[in-house]
Each structure stands twice: as structure tokens, then as C-alpha cells.
């Protein structure tokens, strides 16, 4: 029998773990990662975004995390190259973490644990009359359950009253006390390791910009979506360390600024980075309605979006961020005259399958189709 020897098999890039280099940039912040696991497709693509209606010689430029893989993983899967691979590194045979019912970083969780052959179990926050009946299949559920992931619910109240941290120690407990080697992702995964993705994704839109697909030098401005503020410090950490030198502008989805500079700021000295976020991100509400919650005018634009420019955003994240760019940019467009944006879609489609009823009402026509004969 012919037999082909390791060694001649072609060395691939995903799913590996890979010892990791930080950019020289960034190298005197720590901890340092010591590994990643390669779970996305990366380099994402940017490309011109021809939004309607933008202030003067402004170009929006869209770089596509949503695009990133790993089942439409979004800005989750930066973050969980560095977390998995930590995972591993400590023998872990299980992850646990935590969200709402349609959190997108469980969903991104689920799909990475089993890529390396680890438990899953997802610890969702629903509401009290739905905490003793099958959660269903909608939007990130149906992935999540596809790929086995093991679901405990939790009330609103009982979330509240508990913690996350203490939800997560029960479950974390009893995980220990049955032999298993759990390893926890705190909410969203945001830490200040996983911050390590977004430095990451700013190494790769330099490089991006010196392949040349950007018109012109570099971006006057970065404006992505913000749930608890990790994306943003990684990318407006990367900004400023590399001089890649654009202002990051986080649109939050919920909370108040105040929180996410706060919560950005424990990233940062997380990595002894000596910086104040206040002098590094600009952080905006976008939350509008609450988290998760859409006005109208919010979807109407979404679906505009979606027809005039293909791209489809999500309503909880990028759909709100963009909106209240846009919103700015109308209110205020001397400011962002001229100037060339670069927006990050971080993804989230799947959520819009929990939003059927609310989009239902704003789809085209639909008719049978005219066979005369
Ligand atoms: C989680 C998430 C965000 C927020 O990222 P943070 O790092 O928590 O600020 C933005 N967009 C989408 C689609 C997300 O799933």
C-alpha cells in the first residue's frame, strides 16, 4: 500500500494553532499571546460602500466581518482565536459562557468549540415564562443546537439577582465536581486577551491599504458597532499604536458611553497599555429604542440599505451603528467632509431571523407568477 508520509501533506492554515507574533507595534503590551487558533477567513475584503445621501467627497468604505466564516461568526471569531487557543493551552475539554437567547458571540462559541473538539454549554438569559419550554430554533438557536451545544436557561430575574459571574460558577462547579476541565468566556468575549483580535485586524487593514485596494494612503476615521466596547479598544488600541492614525467611533447598542469608556478602559489596563480610552475611541449611543429593540425608522433603514447597496446589516449591532452614522453625518456634514471612512460590519445576521414579524411588513410585493397559458 502506498503510504504518504506526514511530512508530504500540505501544511494548512485553519484550524491550526499557531505560535503568535504580536506586530512590532504592539509588542510591549502584556500579556502577550502566546498562541491562536486560525478559525476565520482572513484577510476580510473591503470595498466601496456607495451609501446614499453622504455628506460631500465623504467615502464609506465597508470592511467585511461579516464575512469572517466560521458560520457567519462576525467580530466574534477574532476574538475566539485568541480565547480557544488559551482554552487549549490549558487542557480545557469544555467552554462555558454566557448571554441572551440570541447572542451572537454563544452562537460564534458553539460553531468554534466543536471546530476543536470541545463541549459547549451555553448559559442563555430568556424571560421567566420561557425558562421551562424548548427555546425553539430561531436565528443563532438553530446553529447553536445543530452543532450540539448544551443550553441552560436562565430567567431575566434570576440572571439579575445571581450575576454572571455566579451563574457561571454554579455551572462551572458542578462541571469540576463531574471531572471535566471547563474553560470560561466571560460575556461577549470580551477580555482584555480577546482584544488581541481587533489589534490583530488593524495589522491586517495596513496591510490591506498597502496592497492598494483603497483609493489613497489610509482612513480618516473607523466607525463600528460597540456591545461592550472590546472590538472598539482593539481597533482603536491598533490605531494608535500602529499610526495607522484614524479616529475609532464605537456606536453603542445599549448602556451609556460613560460605561463602555469604563469597561474599555479595564481592557486597556488589562494590557498595560498606559493610554486613557477617552483620549483614543470616541464612543456614541446608538442604543435607541434599548438593546435589541428596533424603532421603525431603524428597520426602514435597514432595508433601504440592504436595496440600494446589497449589503445587509443587523439590527441590534451594525444596523444601529450605521444608522446613527448616517445620522451624524446629516446633522453635523462639515465634520465629515472629505473624509474616508472605513465602517466594520461585525456581522449578526442570524439575529435577523428573530425579527421576522417587525421586517415583514417592509419586504417587496410578491405575486403568482403571470403564466398565460
Ligand atoms: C458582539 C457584537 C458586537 C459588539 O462587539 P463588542 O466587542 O462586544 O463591542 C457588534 N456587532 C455584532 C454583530 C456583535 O455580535
Not at 223 to 244: I, N, P, Q
Amino acid at each position: 500500500m502506498g503510504s504518504l508520509q506526514e511530512t508530504q501533506l500540505p501544511q494548512f492554515e485553519f484550524l491550526t494553532k499557531k505560535p503568535y507574533t504580536p506586530p512590532s507595534w504592539a509588542a510591549h503590551l502584556t500579556p502577550t499571546p502566546s498562541h491562536l487558533f486560525s478559525l476565520g477567513h482572513f484577510p476580510t475584503p473591503i470595498h466601496k460602500w456607495n451609501l446614499p445621501n453622504l455628506p460631500k467627497n465623504t467615502q464609506v468604505y465597508v470592511k467585511r466581518d461579516d464575512l469572517s466564516g466560521m458560520q457567519l461568526s462576525g467580530n466574534k471569531v477574532r476574538k475566539l482565536e485568541f480565547l480557544m487557543a488559551e482554552a487549549v493551552e490549558e487542557g480545557a475539554d469544555c467552554v462555558i459562557t454566557i448571554g441572551g437567547v440570541q447572542s451572537n458571540h454563544c452562537r460564534a462559541t458553539a460553531v468554534a468549540a466543536k471546530y476543536l473538539n470541545l463541549d459547549c454549554y451555553l448559559i442563555l438569559r430568556t424571560t421567566k415564562d420561557l425558562v421551562y419550554r424548548d427555546p425553539g430554533l430561531d436565528g443563532n438557536l438553530l446553529v447553536e443546537r445543530l452543532a450540539g451545544a448544551r443550553i441552560e436557561l436562565v430567567s431575566e430575574e434570576d440572571y439579575y439577582r445571581l450575576g454572571r459571574d455566579e451563574l457561571i460558577n454554579i455551572l462551572k462547579n458542578k462541571l469540576l465536581g463531574e471531572g471535566r476541565k471547563p474553560y470560561v468566556i466571560p460575556m461577549g468575549g470580551s477580555t482584555s486577551l480577546a482584544t488581541w483580535g481587533y489589534i490583530e485586524a488593524v495589522r491586517e487593514i495596513q496591510q490591506q491599504l498597502k496592497q492598494g485596494n483603497v483609493v489613497g494612503a489610509t482612513f480618516d476615521d473607523i466607525v463600528v458597532a460597540c456591545g461592550s466596547g472590546c472590538t472598539g479598544a482593539g481597533l482603536a488600541l491598533g490605531s494608535r499604536l500602529s499610526h495607522l492614525g484614524a479616529q475609532v467611533h464605537a456606536y453603542s447598542s445599549w448602556g451609556s458611553p460613560d460605561y463602555f469608556y469604563d469597561y474599555a478602559q479595564g481592557l486597556l489596563d488589562g494590557l498595560q497599555a498606559g493610554l486613557k480610552a477617552r483620549d483614543i475611541i470616541d464612543i456614541k449611543d446608538a442604543k435607541g429604542l434599548g438593546y435589541a429593540i428596533n424603532t421603525k425608522e431603524e428597520l426602514i433603514f435597514l432595508k433601504e440599505i440592504a436595496e440600494e447597496t446589497g449589503i445587509i446589516l443587523d439590527p441590534v449591532y451594525s444596523g444601529k451603528a450605521a444608522f446613527q452614522m448616517m445620522r451624524d453625518m446629516a446633522d453635523d456634514p462639515a465634520k465629515w467632509e472629505g473624509r474616508k471612512v472605513l465602517f466594520i460590519h461585525t456581522g449578526g445576521l442570524l439575529s435577523l431571523y428573530d425579527n421576522m414579524e417587525a421586517v415583514a411588513p417592509l419586504v417587496g410585493n410578491w405575486q403568482r407568477m403571470d403564466i398565460c397559458r
